[in-house]
């Protein structure tokens, strides 16, 4: 595969703030969850979510985790050089990312139906997105 | 699932294609929170009315933008092949 360097420096920029973009909001909400006190919302919009999230405690460590993994494991599998030099490692990460992937599908899937914080007003719209991705 | 199941095939070209769209997907979580971020600042809508269209927003735009890379790296492929072919027949000349 031959890409100019151009479009792929900009690629990787865009993969790498978003994981980090990622990787922030499962920190974030972890945190809430454990310290919730500490790391909560007080008041609005954001306290009613985290209030949504901390209900469902356990099914939300179930998604956000693997979700972690994913985002932070999968831009590896991607560096051809990665690839090249521990292609079992490839092989072994790939196949914990698969399991990572189903986890956190059917967990979505169960959130979408369980949590209510999730925009009432459209169910039928956000229930299907897990369905749909 | 698919992109396994390639991998598990030896289809290298179609594994790397079914990762990038899973990629592209598992990245739309992280294009989320800046769209809800925007539909937060400018208060228009309440949070019920505009998480249902950010996480359409978020997740559409990476799977389009997984899409749209996939298309290009394969464009470029055919390019290349068609350079590499095209090159014996210049050098003569």
């Known amino acids: 595969m031959s890409v100019p360097k151009r479009a792929s420096r900009l690629l990787w920029f865009a993969v790498i703030f978003l994981v980090v973009i990622g990787i922030a909001a499962v920190t974030r909400r972890s945190l809430a969850l454990v310290w919730p006190h500490c790391f909560s919302g007080n008041a609005g919009a954001a306290a009613g979510l985290d209030a949504g999230f901390a209900r469902q405690a356990a099914l939300t460590f179930v998604h956000i985790l693997p979700g972690a993994l994913f985002l932070s494991l999968a831009p590896f599998q991607f560096a051809p050089g990665f690839r090249q030099r521990h292609l079992r490692l490839h092989r072994a990460m790939g196949t914990g990312l698969v399991i990572s992937a189903v986890i956190i599908g059917v967990s979505a899937l169960i959130m979408s139906f369980k949590m209510t914080s999730a925009a009432p007003t459209r169910p039928p719209l956000l229930r299907c997105t897990p369905l749909f991705f | ?93």
């Open chain 2, 1 to 93: 699932m698919k992109a396994y199941f390639y991998a598990k095939a030896r289809q290298i070209e179609r594994h790397r294609e079914w990762m990038i769209r899973t990629f592209g997907v598992g990245l739309g979580v992280a294009t989320t929170r800046p769209i809800v971020g925007m539909f937060f600042a400018f208060r228009r809508m309440t949070p019920h009315e505009f998480f249902g269209i950010a996480f359409w927003l978020g997740f559409t735009i990476t799977f389009i933008a997984a899409e749209a890379w996939i298309d290009y790296t394969r464009y470029q492929d055919i390019r290349t092949a068609r350079i590499t072919e095209q090159a014996p027949e210049h050098v003569a000349v």
